[in-house]
Structure formats: C-alpha cells, structure tokens
C-alpha cells in the first residue's frame, strides 16, 4: 500500500515478504525472477546494490528489481530503474523510465518549471532517461535471453516498444506500481499493455505491485495473471517471439496509409472535369 512503500521502519518487513515470494517462485526453476518497480527500497548507485547481486547468487537466478536512486545529491531528483542481478553476485542498472507522468512524476525540465521547481511548486521529480533499457540476461543453458525494459507508464507508448523490438529484444518486460493510481487505472494500464505485445510480436511479463500481474503471449493472450491485491508469486512459460509485425518493421507508417487511402478517390474525382456537352448534341 502507498502509506507503507518507502518508509525506513518498513524496509526490513518489504523486503522480507519479496524474498519470501521470490524463493516460491525459485523451486520452479524460472529462467528469471522479477520484482516489481521501485520494489527495493534503497537508493542504490549505478552499479545496482551488492545485496540484490547476493540474492541472485544464493538462489542462481537473475533478478530484476525497481529501484529508487537520488539523480542529484543537491536536489530530490531521482531516477526510476531497474536493476539487473546476476547469480556471480554482480548486479548493475539495466534501464530507467523514459516517459514519466507528466508533473506527478516527471522532473522539472524545461525552461518554465525549472524555476517553479526551484520554488517548490513543481511536483515531479523522477528524472527521464534517454531511451529503454535493452540487456542481454544469462540463462541457465549458457545462452543469453535479450529483453527490453518498459518502465510503468512506458508501456504505454508504442514507439518504445517497437524501438526495443527494432533493437533485438525477444521478450518485453514491465516492472509496475498500481498503488497510487488504484484498482481502476492498474487494470487500464494492465489492458494497454497487452497492445504492445500484439504489435511487436514479443511475449510480454508484466510485473506490478498491488497487480494485476501479467505474462502475455505474442498474440496478447493472456497465459497467467495475478489480480489486483494478491499476495502471491507464479512462474509461467511464455511462448517464443513471432516474426517482426507489420508495426515493427514500418511504424505508423501503415495506419497513416490506410487513415489518407480514401482521401484518394475523392482527390481523383475532383480533379475529374469533362466537358458539358452543348444543347442539341
């Protein structure tokens, strides 16, 4: 629950029941743990935290966890991202949100909220990064898994997903938080969600606290979900990526085709002006 996320005396308790959750999902035998975003609760550098990177190494599984490090130390900006744990104890950050919500989230940058920032009228402080993390996860096989992150609200945004695909990713995953915006936005964003697997072709694992949690096919089947407000782990199969779709391959540039085809005909009809025929003929 928000009144429970981020507060020090709540980290040990947090912290606990994921793990918990985590070693349910581990007997398994995932290829991948996930956790949800901003799920560790510690500022953590750029090279992750060495306790996520221990986690993975008792357990043998990667794991990808949402943190919250400070963007400046003289400001409370912060990124939003993910890190990536590995079973050799290493871990690091694998991406950042890239399109946070305006004002709620979204740090002042541009010209006329700098200074309301500064003023303290300016609400959001999560810092946008450059582009969507795309990383290479070792599976137990030896072979390497690329998947492309979409941090929350980035799942929301069809070029991201298609870059991600353009960029070698076979699997989407979104680490998500439905706790502030209620049951009724998680489920619509949880819906919206399902699209981008439908156009990338890519199998889609949608990881969110309070839920609904996901694991989506590459046709946007749904082939396990956790709902919202449960208390659980689960460990699916998904299938593998389709071939690059029709979006994948060209963009909007097919909806903006088939949206200007009938403006055709009736350019053709216009520019159509034959001759009245004169009386008596």
């Known amino acids: 629950p928000p009144a429970e996320r981020h507060r020090a005396e709540r980290f040990d308790a947090n912290l ?26 510690r500022t953590a550098g750029a090279g992750g935290d060495p306790f996520l990177g221990a986690i993975a190494n008792v357990r043998g599984v990667p794991l990808l966890a949402g943190l919250r490090p400070p963007a400046d130390a003289a400001a409370p900006l912060r990124w939003n991202p993910v890190a990536l744990a590995l079973p050799g104890g290493t871990s690091r950050i694998a991406g950042d ?9 979204r740090a002042a940058d541009f010209r006329l909220a700098r200074p309301l920032a500064r003023a303290g009228w300016w609400p959001g402080a999560v810092v946008a990064a450059d582009a969507p993390g795309l990383i290479e996860v070792p599976l137990a096989d030896g072979r390497a898994l690329r998947v492309g992150l979409l941090l929350c609200i980035d799942a929301a945004h069809p070029d991201l997903a298609r870059d991600l695909r353009g960029g070698g990713a076979l699997l989407l995953v979104t680490p998500a938080t439905g706790a502030e915006s209620g049951p009724g936005a998680a489920r619509q964003h949880a819906a919206i969600a399902r699209l981008r697997a439908i156009e990338t072709g890519l199998p889609l694992l949608r990881v969110a606290n309070t839920g609904p949690s996901q694991w989506i096919d590459p046709l946007g089947r749904e082939v396990l979900r956790l709902e919202h407000g449960a208390i659980a782990s689960a460990v699916a199969t998904l299938p593998a990526a389709l071939a690059p779709t029709p979006f994948a391959r060209g963009g909007q540039a097919l909806a ?20 009245r025929p004169q009386q008596g003929e």
């Open 97 to 105: 949100k890239v399109r946070p919500v305006p004002l709620y989230e």
């Open 256 to 275: 903006w085709s088939l949206l200007t085809l009938p403006l055709f005909p009736a350019l053709a009809r216009r520019g159509f002006n034959p001759q």
């Open 16 to 41: 606990a029941r994921l793990i918990a959750l985590s070693e349910e999902a581990v007997e398994r035998a995932p290829a991948l743990v996930v956790w949800p975003e901003s799920a560790f609760e």
